[in-house]
């Protein structure tokens, strides 16, 4: 966040909780609806475990032969 939201609530969403210079994690609706507002800056993280891991889940095994 960059600045508190002035706004105390959106369509039931409290953003009084939400104080500038901290980092949340918001549904992609709520964060492009701060962004736009002005109230925060979108984070990129460049590696998440779960992202790391999928891209080996996906290679076949190096053991197996293609006929198996």
Known sequence: MLVTPRERELDGVRLDVLKGGMI????PTLGAWLIAQGYAASEMRSVTPHQSQGDELNKPPANRRADD
């Open 24 to 27: 949340y994690d918001v549904s």
